[in-house]
């Protein structure tokens, strides 16, 4: 008759996930402007999308440096710079055919084979991504 607070927490999650992996909608290989934060106005392109943790990997933004000890012995240790990953709310894509950092939308359109399909479109222009 009444559900135990573990299940509800339980089925709770699995609908946040699934709705969040949905919701991703910069991919990898995007071009993507950031839009607040220390790296604010740069352009980068995406390199890895973490879609649980809301979070994306852009090349040359949010650089880290990383003590790394030397693997053979006569080789120095290095200190490399790598890229950590920044929420996906603080980037914004930028189109392809417009050059311009925009919203995304969705449209869904029918091929030939009478199959479905939901495409990115640009806001601003109108087009598809």
Known sequence: MYESFTNIRIRK????????????????GDQVLIISGKYRGKKGKVLKTFPKERKILVEGVNLVKKHQRPKREREKGQIIEMPNPINVSNAKLI??????????GYKIISNLKNQKLK???????????
């Open 13 to 28: 999650f699995v609908l946040i996930r699934k709705f969040v992996d949905e919701l991703m909608k910069i991919k990898k």
């Open 95 to 104: 189109c392809p055919k417009c050059e311009k950092a925009t919203r995304v």
């Open 119 to 129: 495409v990115r479109i640009c806001k601003k222009c109108g087009k598809e991504i």
